[in-house]
């Protein structure tokens, strides 16, 4: 097996705040394969983000990274000075904010923003420089790009700051992206173009996408495994086609069932029944125990992970099996 682009070992990111202390990220693992493409879903609070944001290195105080490993092509960015991430950031490795105005400057004109961000990590002229800027703007669905880059951030709708956003993060096709629900603000028509340039960068450049979001329909097109998180911690892991289909976690199962279009015709919408419990005080034993249809006693020790079948893991003492979620 060839090294992953991507491997994350039982990383904790941790808040230190007056309250006590935050467990953001707490043991979280995976690893994505070059060219493809692992979906990051969860409610929100559940630590998606600041994940995105530890493997960035973006992590502000008083939180920080307290445990656990991020390799990167084999090479642990947790190590790595200031300037060996900022070599890397933008050039080899990019991230795709939700919101827009996190990666642009309102006071510069975006053709200066994207050429400049070409010359920082190659050595070309300016023109050539400015010609890569316009055919990515085109690339992400902005008409009219040589007027395009031209404007301000301001001339632009909410949507279209998006789109140049994510044509910064494609403009050196990096090895890979961090996308931080990318496509939220974007109308269906245009977020299916993303969605496919991205899959063809993938396919064609070998990208590797860690693709935040907390739609699973995104996930079901996009992605080819997919990790569910809970409170700081994956609680299932799989293929996107087994996870989606035969979910073994009671709480992938209720995200799942939560969607409209799987409801009947004329029946109450489903819902997983109370909130996410604060990362300052979770309950003890599974974190989801007290909104589970399944908590047993055994709930109140807490799970490892384990795999299950070859692939799935999940970190469940009562896991659903496909005899009790065709009863359920």
């Not at 209720?254 to 029944?273: A, D, M, T």
């Not at 589970?292 to 709930?299: I, L, M, N, T």
Request: charged residues 20%.
């Amino acid at each position: 097996m060839a090294t992953p682009t991507l491997e994350v070992r039982n990383l904790r990111t941790h808040f230190f705040t007056r309250g006590g202390v935050v467990k953001a990220v707490d043991d979280v693992s995976f690893s994505i394969q070059r060219g493809k493409v692992l979906g990051l879903v969860g409610e929100s609070g559940s630590g998606k983000t600041v994940t995105g944001f530890s493997i960035l290195g973006l992590v502000d105080a008083p939180g920080r990274i307290v445990g656990g490993q991020i390799l990167f092509q084999g090479r642990d960015l947790v190590t790595m000075s200031e300037s060996e991430m900022r070599d890397l950031r933008g050039n080899r490795i990019a991230m795709i904010f939700q919101d827009p105005m996190m990666t642009l400057n309102p006071v510069l004109r975006v053709d200066t923003q994207m050429i400049e961000t070409v010359l920082a990590h190659k050595k070309v002229s300016r023109e050539e420089a400015r010609q890569r800027a316009r055919d990515t703007l085109g690339m992400v669905g902005i008409p009219s790009p040589d007027e395009r880059l031209k404007s301000y951030p301001h001339q632009f709708s909410g949507g279209m700051r998006q789109r140049v956003a994510i044509a910064i993060a494609l403009l050196h096709e990096p090895d890979l992206i961090v996308a931080d629900e990318p496509t939220t603000a974007l109308d269906v028509t245009i977020q299916g173009q993303i969605l496919a340039e991205v899959q063809k960068l993938a396919s064609t450049t070998g990208t590797a996408l860690l693709w935040i979001t907390h739609d699973l329909s995104v996930v079901a097109g996009l992605a080819d495994d997919v990790a569910v998180m809970y409170a700081g911690r994956i609680v299932e892991h799989g293929a996107v086609s087994e996870v989606l289909d035969t979910p073994l976690h009671p709480y992938t199962y209720g995200l799942i069932g939560s969607v409209p279009s799987r409801n009947k015709r004329g029946e109450p919408l489903r819902q997983i029944p109370g909130m996410t419990p604060s990362l300052l005080n979770l309950p003890p034993g599974c974190a989801f125990r007290t909104r589970c249809p399944r908590a047993a006693e055994v709930c109140m020790a807490e799970p490892e992970i384990r795999e299950l079948a070859p692939g799935r893991d999940v970190r469940c003492f009562r896991p659903m099996s496909e005899a009790a979620e065709q009863a359920a």
